[in-house]
């Protein structure tokens, strides 16, 4: 009878007795920790650039194009022999820091290829035959 006495003198001074909030357990979720493969490259065919730069100031285009993961195919036959020597210089350069490749297919022309493009066979001879460069 006194917790009644004492709950409504409480009550008529504006005090309320707090209660105690019970916490319920929050479900654990757990999450997959496992990477996820996911294909990048949506583009099946891959272009293949030819460029016939006359100046060597369009080797930067060449550049770019390797930049941007894109093979191209240079042919330098345009060009006089010093300048030509420059183009390929400035190339395998840029081929170097983008952990490319450059290969030769014949005399002045070169198959510049980024690091995402595998070069394998004899690239000399299908492309001598498919030029018919011979």
Excluded: W
């Excluded at 003198?9 to 007795?17: D, N, Q, T, V």
């Excluded at 983008?98 to 001879?125: C, H, M, Q, R």
């Amino acid at each position: 009878m006194s917790s009644k006495v004492i709950d409504k003198i409480m009550s008529f001074l504006g005090i309320e007795e707090e209660e105690e909030e019970i916490q319920t357990p929050q479900p654990v979720v757990s999450y997959d920790r496992r990477p996820k493969v996911v294909n990048i490259h949506t583009n099946p065919q891959i272009k293949v650039l030819i460029s016939k730069p006359e100046k060597f100031e369009q080797v930067l285009s060449i550049c770019n194009e390797l930049k941007s993961k894109k093979p191209v195919i240079v042919d330098l036959q345009k060009m006089d022999k010093s300048e030509a020597q420059r183009v390929v210089d400035f190339l395998s350069g840029a081929v170097y820091a983008l952990n490319g490749e450059i290969t030769k297919i014949s005399g002045y022309i070169f198959l510049v290829a980024p690091e995402n493009f595998d070069v394998t066979g004899d690239i000399k001879e299908e492309v001598n035959a498919l030029y018919n460069l011979n």
